[in-house]
């Protein structure tokens, strides 16, 4: 299988710190083409061989902006247990509900676009319930709970240009960790 050819925006793009804007239906064959790109590359990437020989690192999911594109569009590979995914294409993704609880990745979260080893934790809610719309404009609502959770409000930090490491206080990194729990 070769690795689709998709050109990843570093930190240091301005376009990375901008918000992204919502996007009308139906959407244009090159987008869904992009979407579907990124799902594949993100899947290979967690292939750790695969991972190897390309020279890249692995990744959970990606939003447009880091494409090149002001777009409230992203997309997340969650591998399961069994080596199987589930895909997620979000447009125009909304939270409406989310838990009181607080939690945060113990390892740190990594970004694609982030390519430096960051210190410290960001709080991310346990639980979130999200509106969106899929690939065909059909409204969904999912819940989403642990990493997932963590995945989507990464994501949709990217749309208002906000990255995870924004969201870490520079002199006390691990701030608040005692009051949530550590995935
Ligand atoms: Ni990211």
Redesign the pocket.
């Known amino acids: 299988m070769k690795l689709p050819e998709i050109k990843i925006l570093d930190e240091k793009n301005k376009l990375l710190h901008q918000q992204s804007k919502e996007v009308t239906f139906p959407l244009d064959k090159e987008t869904i083409k992009l979407a579907k790109d990124t799902l594949k590359y993100l899947k290979m990437s967690q292939d750790e061989k695969v991972a190897e020989k390309y020279n890249i690192r692995a990744?959970m999911?990606?939003?447009f902006v880091?494409l090149g594109f002001l777009k409230r569009i992203f997309v997340i590979a969650s591998e399961n247990d069994d080596h199987t995914f589930d895909e997620y294409i979000v447009v125009n993704p909304k939270i409406i509900s989310q838990s009181e609880e607080l939690i945060y990745v113990g390892e740190g979260e990594?970004?694609?676009?982030?390519n430096r080893e960051v210190e410290g934790i960001v709080p991310r809610y346990a639980r979130i319930t999200v509106q969106f719309y899929d690939i065909n404009g059909n409204l969904q609502t999912i819940r989403v709970r642990e990493d997932l959770s963590v995945a989507f409000q990464?994501?949709i930090d990217?749309l208002n240009g906000i990255?995870?490491v924004d969201k870490i206080d520079k002199k006390n990194p691990y701030k608040n960790a005692s009051k949530m729990r550590e995935i």
């Open positions: 990744g999911g990606m939003a880091q990594g970004c694609l676009s982030v990464h994501e990217h990255l995870f």
